[in-house]
T-cell receptor
């Protein structure tokens, strides 16, 4: 069974540009989460989808971040325009219905904003 | 303000000995706790969890202890192996507060097991 995949693995962009991160969860997992880890700090929750609906987006830093999960399959996280403080590793995780806490993480996308 | 704290950024242990990783939390509403292991360039991998109704959970070489009165949990690895060298994250959640899987993580402790 394929795990959670994320694309790209690395992205280097300039301040003011736009970047879109993609996450493909484990097939059949209704729950999809985005987290972010800024260097040296804790992994922080950004938002949670149940199928295509946003269940909780309380961790989204500001309106420069837009997450979508069309059709309840893969998800994208767009940052527009990117700022220096957006640099970090963005993790996606998924879990099956009823097992919200058994989260399987992807390898992450390392975003560097210069 | 951090709700989950791992005060030791790093820990070095000899192979075969016990590794003890500590975690403190401040939110008394947390009722489910997890440990994740992370290798470089990989995502965190679930290791072991414990519900607040228990004080101990064991899985092979890994045991998690929970002391609710002290708001403290620890992960014991016995015996430690070089392959256990990784960053260990403590995470917590308030399951009945409607979080639905929103995990609160600590900053992690880097464990090095020396042969």
């Amino acid at each position: 069974e394929a795990g959670v995949t994320q694309f790209p693995s690395h992205s280097v962009i300039e301040k003011g540009q736009t970047v879109t991160l993609r996450c493909d969860p484990i097939s059949g997992h209704d729950n999809l989460y985005w987290y972010r880890r800024v260097m040296g700090k804790e992994i922080k929750f950004l938002l949670h989808f149940v199928k295509e609906s946003k269940q909780d987006e309380s961790g989204m830093p500001n309106n420069r971040f837009l997450a979508e999960r069309t059709g309840g399959t893969y998800s994208t996280l767009k940052v527009q325009p990117a700022e220096l403080e957006d640099s970090g590793v963005y993790f996606c995780a998924s879990s099956a219905q009823g097992l919200a806490y058994e989260q399987y993480f992807g390898p992450g996308t390392r975003l560097t904003v210069t | 303000d951090q709700q989950v704290k791992q005060n030791s950024p790093s820990l070095s242990v000899q192979e075969g000995r016990i590794s003890i990783l500590n975690c403190d939390y401040t939110n008394s509403m947390f009722d489910y706790f997890l440990w994740y292991k992370k290798y470089p360039a990989e995502g965190p991998t679930f290791l072991i969890s414990i519900s607040s109704i228990k004080d101990k959970n064991e899985d092979g070489r890994f045991t998690v202890f929970l002391n609710k009165s002290a708001k403290h949990l620890s992960l014991h690895i016995v015996p430690s192996q070089p392959g256990d060298s990784a960053v260990y994250f403590c995470a917590a959640s308030d399951r009945y507060g409607g979080s639905q899987g929103n995990l609160i993580f600590g900053k992690g402790t880097k464990l090095s097991v020396k042969p």
